[in-house]
Structure formats: structure tokens, C-alpha cells
């Protein structure tokens, strides 16, 4: 069963019942805010997730990703949580800094 961790968020649990969906839909769906200031298309990079572990459990990077990652937007353990999708196991992942709402606690 696909499942996030949100480290600086408690380690806050989210578990998915069908693989392949968006990392950000799971998030939202668990109802905890998590910016996306484009929409979910994959113009910028608001949303995206620092990646501790797992990544073997998402999709490969799309061209929006790729795009960020050749501009210096996205380091090699970052991902657009619109665009990467789940496929299984576990992923371990933190709120960027600069993407921190101000209206939420946040641990660590």
C-alpha cells in the first residue's frame, strides 16, 4: 500500500489505497494544506517535496521536472509533488522551507 511521511509535519502518515496517483492529491485529500501556487500544472515549483527516501517508488521525472532541474530550480532530491506520482512502497519527504505556510506547525 502506497504511503507518504511528511517529516517536519509531525510525521504525518498518509496511506494511499490505489497506486499511481499524485503525491499531491494524497496530501490534499488527507486534508493538509500544501502550496501550489500554478494549480497543479507543473509551472513552478511551489509545491514541490524534498525527497529523503523512496524515490524508486515514484514515476520518472516529467519534462517540467526536467525543465526545473536543468534551470537550478529543483535539486536532485526534489520533486513537483503535481507531477510525481506514487506507484507503491513508501516515500519519506519534508516541506521546503520557502514553501511553508504560516498557519501550520511545523516540527523540527
Not at 507503491?88 to 516541506?95: N, P, T
Amino acid at each position: 500500500m502506497p504511503r507518504i511521511v511528511i517529516q517536519n509535519l509531525f510525521n504525518r502518515e498518509i496511506y494511499s489505497k490505489s497506486p499511481g496517483r499524485k503525491v499531491i492529491e494524497l496530501i490534499h485529500e488527507n486534508g493538509i494544506d500544501w502550496m501550489h501556487a500554478c494549480g497543479k500544472k507543473g509551472r513552478c515549483t511551489t509545491c514541490k517535496i524534498i525527497l529523503k527516501k523512496g524515490s524508486e517508488n515514484l514515476s520518472p521525472m516529467t519534462a517540467a521536472e526536467e525543465n526545473f532541474s536543468k534551470l537550478g530550480r529543483l535539486k536532485a532530491n526534489e520533486r513537483l509533488s503535481c507531477q510525481a506520482q506514487l506507484d507503491s512502497g513508501e516515500i519519506i519527504v519534508r516541506v521546503a522551507e520557502i514553501n511553508k505556510f504560516p498557519h501550520l506547525e511545523y516540527s523540527e
